[in-house]
T-cell receptor, first 113, second 115 residues
Framework: TQLLEQSPQFLSIQEGENLTVYCNSS?????LQWYRQEPGEGPVLLVT?????EVKKLKRLTFQFGDARKDSSLHITAAQPGDTGLYLC?????????????FGKGITLSVRP | DAGVIQSPRHEVTEMGQEVTLRCKPI?????LFWYRQTMMRGLELLIY????????DSGMPEDRFSAKMPNASFSTLKIQPSEPRDSAVYFC?????????????FGSGTQLSVL
């Protein structure tokens, strides 16, 4: 079983602050996805990273895949109340037997106006 | 475009009763996934289908759970008999391709409470 540990578990910040959250594993992933989930809804894909060291930007969100493809970070600049939600990372295993999408438990972010 | 449609949105039932959850994937998508989400365990894959054929059901908790996909536009997840520990949000998701790395489109989920 490939485990993805996300940290911190909960984060409450003021509007305008910057933050970084993490997704870590001891396993190598062929790709890693980040989703955002709002209350009462299903997760929505934000980005997929594939190459070690890859950086992708989505407006104020910056995603990075670790060089060894075992971890990832999400940085949000000038957070807004609309960024509130559950952020999930999900990795696809690097070997045939482990080629399934495994989700972390998520990071609950609350941005106060 | 209609997304993944799940019904019912909420289900409250008593222990021992049969529960059937329904899912209509996005038209043209070849793969369908059933997930369960709880605070303790997060999002867990129960089973997934490709071209209506079950590919991996290793996440199905036990024989009380069964899933079918009789055609490309409909799938069911059945729990019989239900137990309180089955209480969770059940999500259906679909994707275009065959691989697990494909982008998943999730439905809004079914909130199941077993009393």
């Amino acid at each position: 079983t490939q485990l993805l540990e996300q940290s911190p578990q909960f984060l409450s910040i003021q509007e305008g602050e910057n933050l970084t959250v993490y997704c870590n594993s001891s396993s190598v992933f062929s790709s890693l996805q980040w989703y955002r989930q709002e209350p009462g809804e299903g997760p929505v894909l934000l980005v997929t990273v594939v190459t070690g060291g890859e950086v992708k930007k989505l407006k104020r969100l910056t995603f990075q895949f670790g060089d060894a493809r075992k971890d990832s970070s999400l940085h949000i600049t000038a957070a807004q109340p609309g960024d509130t939600g559950l952020y999930l990372c999900a990795g696809v295993g690097d070997t045939g037997a482990n080629s399934k999408l495994t989700f972390g438990k998520g990071i609950t972010l609350s941005v106060r106006p | 475009d209609a997304g993944v449609i799940q019904s019912p949105r909420h289900e409250v039932t008593e222990m021992g009763q049969e529960v059937t959850l329904r899912c209509k994937p996005i038209s043209g998508h070849n793969s369908l996934f059933w997930y369960r989400q709880t605070m303790m365990r997060g999002l867990e894959l129960l089973i997934y289908f490709n071209n209506n054929v079950p590919i991996d059901d290793s996440g199905m908790p036990e024989d009380r759970f069964s899933a079918k996909m009789p055609n490309a536009s409909f799938s069911t997840l059945k729990i019989q008999p239900s137990e309180p520990r089955d209480s969770a949000v059940y999500f259906c998701a679909s994707s275009r391709g065959k691989g697990v790395q494909e982008k998943l489109f999730f439905g809004s989920g079914t909130q199941l409470s077993v009393l």
